[in-house]
């Protein structure tokens, strides 16, 4: 079975694209199986792209996993990223940091996607 980890990821967010555009180029740097896939793969993920949008997804040990437990299979692959992985998982951390990716971060990342989207399809 590969080790590969695949990261689902929305490419129309600027603040998503930077982030993963870092951990494309460490991933590819130093040989570690990350693979990224945009929105447009959501289906064969067996997600609807809408819902795909609002969270990151990665499939890891095939399990789909979004928020911050998919950010820490991608960060405990990542040299530079391990501690933050292992300091998001600590018990009294890791409840604070999925709250605020799923009450704050998400949310607000979503309602710009939203706001792109809407802009797109509008009349000019």
């Given at each position: 079975?590969s080790?590969e980890?695949?990261i689902?990821?929305n ?10 555009n870092?951990?494309?180029k460490?991933?590819?740097a130093?040989?570690?199986?990350l693979?990224?896939d ?11 792209p809408?819902?795909?949008?609002k969270?990151?997804?990665v499939?890891?040990?095939?399990k789909i996993?979004s928020g911050?437990p998919?950010f820490?299979?991608?960060w405990?692959k990542?040299?530079?990223?391990r ?8 018990p009294l951390?890791?409840?604070i ?5 799923d009450h704050?971060m998400?949310?607000?990342l ?5 706001r792109?989207?809407a802009?797109?399809?509008a009349?000019?």
């Open positions: 079975m080790d980890t695949r689902l990821y490419e129309t967010c600027p603040v998503c694209r930077f982030e993963i870092s951990y494309r460490t991933a590819l130093q040989d570690i199986p693979r990224f945009d929105l447009t793969q959501a289906a064969a993920w067996g997600i609807a809408d819902a795909a949008a969270r990151l997804h499939l890891h040990d095939s996993l911050i998919a820490q299979v991608i405990a990542l040299p530079r990223w501690w933050f992985g292992k300091m998001t998982a600590l951390i890791h409840p940091a999925c709250a605020i990716y704050v998400a949310p607000l979503y309602r710009a996607h939203k792109r989207e802009a797109k399809s009349p000019h």
